[in-house]
């Protein structure tokens, strides 16, 4: 592993399904993020970790869980997709400020 | 409300130079950051100005002014595979990264 690695790249899943997004960094960067990002708008925060241990809400938060319990790992949680979280979600990480983060590749999750 | 306003699109020729402009309302100023993403891809980190001026980086310049609230991201000698999309993204006094929708670059020979 080189960076962040996230896992799947795609998925097409029905709705009220449990959907775990993987997200996994090398970097032992204390920080970690998730946003959304959609046609036509900015990257969208999620939810994001200053440290192992500890979750934060973001902007968009609602229906979508998150746990840190190391330095590598920050999963997210769709508890019962609906089809408005079809995005492009990628996960983030950082060694201080969150405008200089690296970037996982993403996943494109369409709900139908 | 905070605000990141960029132009959706613009269109420049290979070897030409070209400046996105990016206009925020934010709740206090920590940063900006321009970030790269070519389609399909993650973004990736470009530059990042606190105080007003001209950040140098190769062909990529960004300038800041804290003053009139933007900043100008400036491409020189463009390459075709500067065609991508560039976000703009100001951290405010709460250590919260706001984010522009982007700007695309087409690059035409």
């Known amino acids: 592993i080189a960076g962040i690695t996230q896992a799947p790249t795609s998925q097409i899943m029905a709705a009220g399904r449990r959907m775990t997004l993987r997200c996994t960094q090398d970097m032992r960067h204390n920080a970690m993020y998730w946003y959304r990002q959609d046609l036509g708008l900015g990257l969208r925060l999620i939810h994001y970790?200053?440290?192992?241990?500890?979750?934060g809400k973001g902007e968009v938060p609602d229906g979508y869980s998150v746990s840190r319990a190391n330095t590598d790992d920050f999963p997210l949680t769709l508890a019962s997709a609906v089809p408005s979280q079809t995005s492009v979600y990628f996960c983030?990480?950082?060694?201080?400020?969150?405008?200089?983060?690296?970037f996982g590749q993403g996943t494109r999750l369409t709900v139908v | 409300g905070q605000n990141i306003d960029q132009p959706t699109e613009m269109t420049a020729t290979e070897g030409a130079i070209v400046q996105i402009n990016c206009t925020y309302q934010?709740?206090?100023?920590?940063?900006l950051f321009w970030y790269q993403q070519h389609a399909g891809e993650a973004p990736t980190f470009l530059s990042y100005?606190?105080l007003d001026g001209l950040e140098e980086k190769g062909r990529f310049s960004s300038f800041l002014s804290r003053s009139k609230g933007y900043s100008d991201l400036l491409l020189k000698e463009l390459q075709m595979k500067d065609s991508a999309s560039y976000l703009c993204a100001v951290e405010d006094s709460n250590y919260q990264l706001i984010w522009g929708a982007g700007t695309k670059l087409i690059i035409k020979p």
């Open positions: 934010t709740s206090g100023f920590n940063g």
């Open positions: 100005n606190v």
């Open positions: 983030a990480s950082s060694d201080g400020s969150p405008g200089q983060a690296f």
């Open positions: 970790s200053n440290t192992a241990g500890t979750t």
